[in-house]
């Protein structure tokens, strides 16, 4: 036993080169793992290609903010509740505002020092608490001493302020702007003010209040346990006073979409695997009958029942890579052109890999009964 | 190889008369053996138990002394694969293939390495006159030139044994000669020959005959 069987190599090779006769098994192998998978791209392909969609909708920055308002200002929401919730399991960012403070700009004439009597153009302010979120701000600095300001898309123009920074000062503020920001969704609104920075524990007098607590959370799943946390985390004179308001429904509905595409996916394509199991073994079951003299000659050249039970198994794999790529081309194609976007990577890779591993399961029964044939029975035979 | 078999008892059936009974041989290395006898009398059956493709109903079969039909099936099926060539009676080649790969063939499945395989096949078309015929399907070549490329698959991996089942049973006399010619040098260059014949002329000049009843 000093030479080696053949190789595996060798084997693929020459399973490859038997693809042609008898040629019809063989196509009709690849038209069972073509049409399989284009079928699941155009059903479950299309399904997960919408769920996807609909997740990153429900799953937008607006979805997956939590907003504690104290409308009339009478919970006293305490500026210290940012930093509570900030470090909370979950929590992405948190920032709270407190009440609108018109502002001008202090240096000019009639404007400085005058606590917003000036004749200067005032604009909105609002002192912020927590350190904004690059997500939030397209632009600016991001962390500020207490008693900076940025300004708004525009606002330094308003405020004429030289180089976009200056002093201004308001009716109980003053403040210095010190750039400017543009914050993005869902605290767009911010845009029309200028943000003053204050220090979480309410200013020297420790009288600061809150009107709005913005709380974005990491995923719009954990949404209404985190809600939950923050309620219970708030530092609040009267909890009575307190709105929350939360895209729960959106979160909920996001787990049942998910919920029940995949129960539908699971289902669909678990049955088209059993379909093209089933399938790939009659074709292979033929196959081996139309090559039964054959088998029987390699078996007494030689051949083993594992190089046999290889061979039908390799020959089923080529037939089945080939029709699962074709029908991964395809599907991909039809998802583009019927859905207008493409099926997540993991399932555009999954399908194809549990289509040949269908077709490989469905191969194995054939690859048995080849490997079990007689060869003498078969030879004996004209 | 001596091969030898010991109370060799086979029949395909559990109730049938068996077609081979008692039967015990010696096969010297380097001897060319006749196994003569009427139809149905078991040379081929001998055959294929012999080469390990068949399990017999009874009794013992031994390569250099190692009983080598108790052993499982894959081993038995390399062991022929690496040491026996075998010429069946109506040649069997692969009609999808060419002469030159249905030789090939052989070697790649005692795990021969190709190019060493590919230069023995042509040396060896070429001796049986058959070189010219490298390219064709055993569809495209007369009797006599299939069975001498059948002879030339047997031949490729220098084999230790040789079993001929009725290899010039369709042949005409020139192919037939060749055929013979080419085992007994086989059994010259030290293997073990032994083949299944009707032609009672050409086995009565052997010095090494077996006539089964």
Same mark, same amino acid.
């Given at each position: 036993m000093n030479r080696p069987h053949p190789g595996f190599l060798s084997l693929v090779v020459d399973a490859a080169r038997r693809l042609r006769r008898p040629i019809v098994p063989t196509l009709v192998a690849v038209l069972i793992l073509f049409a399989g998978t284009v079928s699941l791209f155009a059903t479950t392909g299309l399904a997960a290609a919408s769920q996807q969609r609909t997740l990153e909708r429900?799953?937008?920055?607006?979805? $997956? %903010?939590?907003? /504690?308002?104290?409308?009339?200002?009478?919970?006293?929401?305490?500026?210290?509740?940012?930093?509570?919730?900030?470090?909370?399991?979950? &929590?992405?960012?948190?920032?709270? *505002?407190?009440?609108?403070?018109?502002?001008?700009?202090?240096?000019v004439s009639g404007g400085g020092g005058s606590r917003g009597a000036g004749s200067g153009l005032t604009v909105p302010s609002r002192a912020v608490y927590g350190e904004l979120p690059t997500s939030v701000l397209d632009t600016g600095p991001r962390i500020l001493a207490p008693g900076q300001a940025l300004s708004g898309p525009g606002l330094a123009a308003v405020l004429a302020l030289g180089d976009g920074v200056g002093p201004v000062a308001g009716r109980t503020i003053d403040a210095v702007v010190v750039g400017g920001f543009r914050a993005g969704p869902p605290v767009t609104m911010l845009n029309d003010s200028v943000l003053i920075s204050r220090a979480d524990s309410g200013g020297p007098a420790g009288q600061d209040r809150l009107l709005t607590l913005w709380v974005s959370v990491g995923d &719009?799943?954990?949404?209404?346990? /985190?809600?939950?946390?923050? $309620?219970?985390?708030?530092?609040?004179?009267?909890?009575?006073?307190?709105?929350?308001? #939360?895209?729960?429904? %959106?979160?909920?509905?996001? *787990?049942?979409?998910?919920?029940? %595409?995949?129960?539908?996916a699971r289902l669909t394509v678990g049955s088209l695997l059993v379909a093209v199991a089933i399938l790939i073994a009659t074709v292979q079951f033929g196959r081996v009958s139309g090559m039964a003299r054959d088998i029987g000659r390699r078996r007494a050249l030689g051949a083993t029942r594992t190089t046999i039970v290889l061979h039908i198994l390799i020959s089923a794999g080529l037939c089945a890579v080939v029709g699962a790529a074709?029908?991964?081309?395809?599907? %991909?194609? /039809?998802?583009?052109?019927?859905?207008? #976007?493409?099926?997540?990577?993991?399932?555009?890779?999954?399908?194809? *890999?549990?289509?040949?591993?269908?077709?490989?399961?469905?191969?194995?029964?054939?690859?048995?009964?080849?490997?079990?044939?007689?060869?003498?029975?078969?030879?004996?035979?004209? | 190889m001596l091969i030898e078999v010991e109370a060799l008892e086979h029949r395909f059936t559990d109730t049938g008369d068996p077609v081979i009974r008692s039967f015990s041989h010696r096969f010297e290395p380097g001897t060319l053996t006749a196994v003569t006898g009427p139809s149905g009398s078991g040379k081929s059956t001998l055959m294929y138990i012999l080469a390990l493709m068949l399990t017999p109903s009874g009794g013992r079969t031994l390569w250099d002394g190692d009983d080598v039909q108790a052993l499982p099936d894959n081993i038995r099926s390399r062991?022929?694969?690496?040491?026996?060539?075998?010429?069946?009676?109506?040649?069997?080649?692969?009609?999808?293939?060419?002469?030159?790969?249905?030789? =090939?063939?052989?070697?790649?499945?005692?795990?021969?390495?190709?190019?060493?395989?590919r230069s023995r096949a042509r040396m060896l078309l070429d001796r049986f006159g058959v070189a010219e015929r490298a390219d064709h399907l055993p569809g495209q070549v007369s009797g006599g030139q299939a069975q001498r490329i059948a002879l030339c698959r047997a031949l490729v991996k220098t084999p230790t044994i040789v079993f001929a089942d009725e290899p010039t049973g369709n042949l005409d006399s020139d192919s037939a000669r060749?055929?013979?010619?080419? =085992?007994?040098?086989?059994?010259?260059?030290?293997?073990?020959?032994?083949?299944?014949?009707?032609?009672?002329?050409?086995?009565?000049?052997?010095?090494?005959? =077996?006539? =089964?009843a």
């Open positions: 429900i799953n937008s920055p607006e979805g $997956r %903010l939590i907003t /504690v308002i104290d409308a009339q200002g009478e919970a006293g929401l305490s500026p210290e509740s940012v930093s509570a919730v900030r470090f909370l399991s979950g &929590v992405d960012w948190a920032i709270g *505002v407190g009440p609108t403070v018109d502002v001008a700009n202090a240096t &719009v799943s954990q949404i209404a346990a /985190v809600t939950e946390a923050v $309620r219970a985390t708030l530092i609040v004179a009267d909890a009575s006073h307190i709105r929350i308001e #939360t895209s729960s429904e %959106l979160a909920q509905l996001s *787990v049942d979409v998910v919920s029940d %595409l995949a129960h539908s074709a029908g991964t081309a395809t599907g %991909l194609v /039809v998802a583009s052109l019927v859905a207008g #976007t493409l099926p997540p990577t993991g399932f555009t890779i999954g399908v194809p *890999v549990l289509m040949v591993l269908a077709a490989l399961t469905g191969s194995v029964p054939p690859a048995i009964r080849a490997a079990r044939l007689d060869p003498v029975r078969i030879l004996r035979v004209p | 062991l022929r694969a690496q040491y026996v060539g075998f010429v069946f009676q109506d040649a069997l080649l692969d009609p999808s293939q060419t002469a030159l790969d249905n030789v =090939l063939e052989a070697g790649w499945l005692a795990g021969m390495r190709a190019d060493v395989s060749i055929v013979w010619t080419a =085992l007994a040098d086989a059994a010259q260059e030290g293997a073990t020959v032994v083949v299944a014949t009707h032609d009672r002329a050409r086995a009565t000049d052997l010095p090494h005959r =077996l006539e =089964l």
